[in-house]
């Protein structure tokens, strides 16, 4: 059973200055906000604390991964973007947090110049709670601590898959990342139904079966060369060729899998869909997903952006907002920023 944080909603706010911890690591382009979900997925808890009569709602993330400050990763283009949404005085972010090399130290005196901000401090980072700094972190200890409405409902979405998933549960993993994925195709192995797989994760399955694999596993993408397309599959890829996404018996068979789930999560594309030719197979996926009779969950960054270019996102029941922090939490782990909030 994980850790269940105590909820901003048994907050006490009125009057009182609110330190949120919240995940705007989002994609820029010209200096302006290239995606703003993680920023609309925060809204809620920042709309509850001003709802509330907090005096001040002050605000942190991190941005990318600067060695210092870093012009080009200022969330002065986040700041003006959330002031567009929350037009509301009381609300204050503070740079990127990790300007400061004593941000991913957890460092003790950094946390306490952050925790002087703030009355009550409120994490609502679900993609960043996978980190042990001091905003996701070390600030917890030194204020009363709570978890925001989406670190909530990320928890209990994700949370829900390896408790008690309505059977049959389908986990679809593919994408490139393989070595940061082991550890939960291991968890899924134990708990889903069935596991598809795909993308660069299948041809490693292939190589190496010390994955332990349960038996029910439909190691995928059974060896099936598109002749027409001259795309080759996963499993079968001859000499020479890369294997750049399953091909077409492979996406039947998996979009049939999905059709008769009742949940399905799925992490990481079945090839390199960023290139059309290659995008059957992640499309195929997302449309079976989209269209399942099932409770439906995505997480990871690759897999979200797919179900958003391949417009089904809307059709999906929970995108999560974390990539490592989806995963970490699948495999069965605690994530520091959480256990750091005290349970209700
Ligand atoms: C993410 O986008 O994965 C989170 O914001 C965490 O960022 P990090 O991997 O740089 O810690
Ligand atoms: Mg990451």
Do not use: C
């Amino acid at each position: 059973m994980h850790h269940r944080p105590r909820s901003v909603e048994d907050a006490e706010v009125a009057g009182r200055r609110a330190l949120v911890r919240v995940d705007f690591n989002v994609p820029l382009e010209d200096g302006r906000v290239a995606d703003d979900t993680r920023i609309q997925a925060a809204l809620p808890t920042i709309r509850l604390l001003l709802d509330r009569g907090a005096s001040e709602v002050v605000l942190m993330s991190h941005l990318g991964r600067p060695k210092g400050p870093d012009p080009a990763l200022s969330l002065e283009p986040v700041e003006a973007r959330l002031r567009e949404l929350v037009p509301d005085e009381r609300i204050r972010l503070l740079e990127n947090t990790r300007f400061d090399p004593r941000e991913t130290e957890n460092d003790p005196e950094y946390a306490r110049e952050l925790a002087a901000h703030g009355d009550l401090y409120v994490n609502d980072a679900f993609g960043s709670a996978h980190r042990a700094h001091a905003s996701t972190e070390g600030v917890a200890h030194l204020l009363p601590a709570y978890a925001g409405l989406l670190l909530l409902r990320e928890l209990e979405e994700l949370g829900s898959l390896l408790e008690s998933p309505e059977r049959p549960f389908v986990a679809v993993l593919g994408g490139a990342k393989v070595a940061d994925k082991i550890g939960v195709l291991t968890s899924l192995g134990k708990r889903a139904d069935t596991l598809l797989i795909g993308g660069k994760m299948a041809e490693e399955v292939e190589r190496d079966s010390g994955y332990q694999l349960p038996d029910d596993v439909v190691a995928a993408a059974s060896f099936e060369p598109d002749a027409e397309a001259r795309v080759v599959s996963w499993d079968e890829v001859p000499d020479g060729w890369l294997g750049l996404d399953v091909g077409p018996a492979t996406r039947e068979r998996y979009a049939a899998r999905v059709a008769e789930a009742r949940t399905v999560f799925w992490n990481g594309p079945m090839g390199v869909f960023e290139w059309p030719r290659f995008a059957e197979g992640t499309r195929a996926v997302a449309e079976a997903v989209a269209a399942a009779d099932a409770h439906t969950v995505v997480g990871g960054g690759d897999s979200v952006r797919a179900v958003e270019e391949l417009g089904v996102a809307d059709r999906i029941d929970w995108i999560s907002t974390g990539g490592g922090a989806s995963l970490e939490l699948l495999e069965g782990k605690e994530l520091p920023g959480v256990l750091a909030i005290p349970e209700a």
